[in-house]
């Protein structure tokens, strides 16, 4: 850390807004790039055959924008605003998100912010700054797209949980500070899947090796393309899914892909120590956090008579719960619904659209779940964790407010916004 200590913090500060304003185009051309239906507004992708060439100056973050204008008349009046507000918001933002996690100690219990405390913390700080900074990319892609499509991409979600299982496994603290208890000690540690709980080293056993294996070929099974029909028995439904998966050519990639995995399970367990922990914290966060919303979307899906929540929303909490884990996943998604319900009510008047995104919300619950991460775990979600029992009545409580919002969402759309 020598080297960044070295650095003036106006220079940082600069050098992070012109991160930003990079990570901005970035998003912009996930955007409209890796949609579903991509459209030609990216200055780095190929442009219509009635336009010209791209110039190096429609590809600077901001201004080249103003330059691009005249393309309206092929993507719309304005289509040039939100590009130029993603850029500079990010451009802004990731400098006060640098302050926010390595120089207030925002991130900290609110009795560890001294001085010296936060010196010891800095090391600490600068790897969440960077793996969250990652994370925060993905999700506003995301957004974006889910926004405008009502979907997200795979090719978002999936590269994403693959970055943060590695992150996870790296020999560095990759989660977030927690107060924990040991005897009549009180000090912080990060927020592994064990937390509030003391680690047990039998997880590094045959018993958390299975359980971390058991995840990771639930998460690639559930990404193939298969089909679930019953009308002709439960004999032919086993079969027919066995078939269609088989036959699907993306199976052999996904295939591919749990076996290079589960290799890459077997080399950090086979290691132990905090990399095996913080790897089956991140599968662990991967399980509880699509989980929960696959279990919402099951639960919503019959309470609402129609699909209420798309897969991607499953693999985007999974990914969110890779980086995060399964406490700040559990966060999220009790911080989603407050930001959605007026949301959606708004958006619906003002746009007419039925379809409610709500992946957005679930990306600003863990934004909310981190910035309050000191009030939101240590003050508020811990002590009720800590019963071990209360867990299940947080998790069935979680799905409950989860599924009772889009009923009455469903309602309110039937009753009041009926055409």
């Not at 990079?22 to 998003?27: L, T, Y």
């Not at 107060?179 to 990060?190: C, F, L, N």
């Not at 799905?399 to 039937?414: N, P, T």
Request: aromatic content about 16%; overall charge positive.
């Amino acid at each position: 850390m020598e080297w960044i200590d070295s650095i003036a913090m106006p220079w940082r500060y600069l050098f992070l807004a012109l991160a930003g304003l990079i990570g901005g185009a970035f998003v912009n051309h996930i955007a409209y790039s890796w949609a579903f239906f991509p459209r030609p507004i990216s200055p780095w992708g190929k442009p219509p055959a009635s336009f010209p060439s791209r110039r190096v100056v429609d590809r600077i973050p901001v201004l080249g924008w103003f330059g691009r204008r005249q393309e309206a008349t092929l993507h719309g009046r304005g289509f040039w605003i939100r590009p130029i507000f993603i850029e500079i918001v990010l451009a802004f933002g990731i400098p006060v998100m640098y302050w926010y996690y390595t120089q207030s100690g925002g991130l900290l219990p609110s009795e560890f912010r001294g001085p010296r405390q936060l010196v010891g913390f800095s090391p600490w700080a600068h790897a969440l700054f960077a793996i969250h900074a990652c994370l925060g990319v993905l999700m506003v892609s995301a957004t974006l797209i889910d926004f405008d499509e009502q979907t997200i991409p795979d090719s978002i979600t999936i590269p994403g949980t693959l970055i943060a299982l590695f992150f996870s496994a790296l020999p560095w603290r990759s989660f977030l500070p927690a107060k924990v208890r040991w005897g009549e000690v009180i000090g912080v540690a990060p927020t592994t899947f064990n937390v509030p709980w003391i680690y047990d080293e039998s997880w590094g056993g045959w018993g958390g090796f299975l359980l971390g294996l058991a995840i990771w070929w639930v998460w690639i099974f559930a990404l193939t393309d298969r089909h679930w029909v019953t009308r002709r028995g439960w004999r032919w439904a086993v079969r027919y899914l066995v078939y269609g998966v088989s036959r699907n050519p993306a199976s052999k990639g996904l295939l591919l892909l749990g076996l290079a995995g589960a290799g890459g399970i077997v080399g950090v367990w086979l290691l132990g120590g905090p990399q095996w922990c913080g790897l089956l914290s991140s599968l662990i966060g991967v399980a509880v956090g699509g989980g929960t919303v696959w279990a919402v979307r099951v639960i919503a899906g019959y309470a609402m008579g129609q699909e209420a929540m798309g897969f991607g929303d499953v693999t985007l909490m999974a990914m969110i719960g890779a980086f995060l884990g399964w406490q700040a996943a559990l966060a999220a998604f009790f911080l989603a619904p407050l930001a959605a319900l007026l949301i959606v009510v708004i958006q619906y008047i003002a746009t007419r659209e039925p379809a409610v995104p709500f992946g957005p919300y679930l990306c600003f619950g863990a934004v909310l779940a981190v910035v309050g991460w000191d009030k939101v775990w240590n003050q508020s979600l811990s002590m009720y964790v800590e019963l071990g029992v209360v867990l299940v009545a947080v998790l069935l409580g979680a799905l409950f407010a989860m599924g009772a919002m889009l009923f009455v969402w469903g309602q309110i759309k039937k009753a009041i916004f009926a055409e």
